[in-house]
């Protein structure tokens, strides 16, 4: 019955595909088949439901600021990690540098990419601990020991990466980033290119909306902690669109170049989507209006 609900919806948003175009600012993201779309819904019992291209793996992209923000409020506590980063939606572009030269302000936002490369930063551990720790902790929470990452395009954004490389080093000369940049941005290029599926990130959003259940050692409970990543998401989940699609599909959600959407609502569902043609924004155009669907058919907008 839902799934024949989510093939309809794959169906009536297909169209959107052919108004959007795969990210090609990382090279080997332009070689992805614009034309996948998938679903995945995980409920609060952890039953499944799939359509379309529910097992295609595609690389998790900004969807891993989620991640990292878990763990460096984990190791760090609310208080200090908001010392280096800001709470606040941001109407600029994820890639912005452009206020924190004009003012030496912190990042407005961990969902932007001056956000998350200090995020980054805050894990604990070197270079390699830092990314096991990462790609171990989404594992765990998509219950998917199999998850790797993509070193095609880690390589790729690595070797092209230099606007995130611009952030990392203007940060650091204002004193806003502390270590190794060539180290912190080799993890977070990594950690974007961990390759995941619809229903992975389904999983990883009921995780959230069940509000973290697992024994996780850390300066922050887990409850506090969802409700964190929850709110961020609504208020700067979808880049400089975070408002609008706030007001029009209402679910807490975070989407990345690769094409994914992950969404999460506080215990009810977990949300996976992909479909890797985006809008002008970034954000998954036949994704968006996937989101739109779901949120009207099955009554699911928040607010
Ligand atoms: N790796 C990408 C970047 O830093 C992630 C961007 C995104 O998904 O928004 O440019």
Not at 18 to 24: L, S, T
Not at 133 to 138: A, G, M, V
Not at 244 to 255: D, E, L
């Amino acid at each position: 019955m839902l799934e024949k609900k989510l093939e309809n919806i794959i169906k009536k948003n297909r169209h959107l595909i052919k108004e959007g175009h795969v990210a090609d600012y990382i090279p080997a993201l332009s070689k992805v088949d614009p034309n996948y779309i998938g679903i995945s819904i995980s409920d609060i019992d952890g039953n499944i439901y799939k359509a379309g291209d529910y097992n295609t793996k595609f690389t998790i992209q900004s969807i891993s600021k989620i991640i990292g923000l878990m763990l460096a409020l984990k190791d760090n506590g609310e208080d200090y990690y908001f010392s280096k980063v800001g709470c606040e939606p941001t109407d600029e572009p994820f890639n912005t540098l452009y206020k924190m030269d004009l003012k030496n302000q912190k990042p407005a936002n961990p969902m932007i990419n001056s956000g998350a490369i200090i995020t980054t930063s805050l894990i604990k551990g070197n270079k390699e601990e830092k990314f096991n720790r990462i790609i171990e902790f989404i594992r765990l929470i998509a219950e998917n020991p199999g998850i790797t990452y993509n070193e095609e395009v880690y390589l790729s954004e690595k070797y092209t990466g230099d606007k995130n490389r611009a952030i990392a080093y203007l940060m650091k000369s204002k004193g806003l980033l502390e270590g190794e940049v060539e180290d912190i941005l080799d993890t977070y290029f990594k950690q974007c290119s961990i390759e995941v599926t619809a229903v992975d990130l389904a999983k990883i959003g009921l995780f959230i909306a069940r509000r973290c259940p697992l024994d996780l050692e850390g300066r922050i409970e887990n409850e506090r902690m969802a409700a964190i990543v929850t709110a961020i998401m609504t208020t700067c989940g979808m880049y400089d669109f975070s408002g609008q699609y706030a007001a029009t599909v209402g679910i807490p959600s975070k989407s990345g170049v690769g094409g994914g959407i992950l969404a999460t609502i506080p215990n009810k569902l977990g949300i996976g989507v992909f479909s890797p043609a985006l809008d002008k924004f970034g954000n998954s155009i036949a994704g968006y209006g996937i989101m739109k669907d779901l949120s009207r058919e099955l009554n699911l907008n928040i607010f």
